[in-house]
Nanobody, 121 residues
Framework: VQLQASGGGLVQAGGSLRLSCVASGRTVSNSAMAWFRQVPGKERMFLAA???????NYRDSVKGRFTISRDNAKNTVSLQMNDLKPEDTAVYYC????????????????WGQGTQVTVSS
């Protein structure tokens, strides 16, 4: 499966962005989907994941600000990000795996190319 992330950009602190990830090649309706982010020199960080049955798993630091959702008919997963902070600046990646919506990046077998999010203060 190929994943294509989009929706990144430059936003002021306190603003919102909605990231989207479209899957192609096969359906991901039975896959867990997740969002990660990465800044230079650091490991990729788990943010949120959603199972095929729409159960969710969030990193504590983004609970209440980020919301993950999916549209199986469109083969997409989205990440709504509100109240963005400068420390949210990173490249954001979507990913897919079979089974449960877990947080370990090494468990995910398919990755999108990343979309840059920059939050100015």
């Amino acid at each position: 499966v190929q994943l294509q992330a989009s929706g990144g950009g430059l936003v002021q602190a306190g603003g919102s962005l909605r990231l989207s990830c479209v899957a192609s090649g096969r359906t991901v309706s039975n896959s867990a989907m997740a969002w990660f982010r990465q800044v230079p020199g650091k490991e990729r960080m788990f943010l949120a994941a959603i199972s095929s049955s729409r159960s969710t798993n969030y990193r504590d630091s983004v609970k209440g600000r980020f919301t993950i959702s999916r549209d199986n008919a469109k083969n997409t997963v989205s990440l709504q990000m509100n109240d963005l902070k400068p420390e949210d600046t990173a490249v954001y990646y979507c990913a897919a795996k079979t089974g449960a919506p877990l947080s370990g990046s090494k468990l995910y077998h398919s990755w999108g190319q990343g979309t840059q999010v920059t939050v100015s203060s």
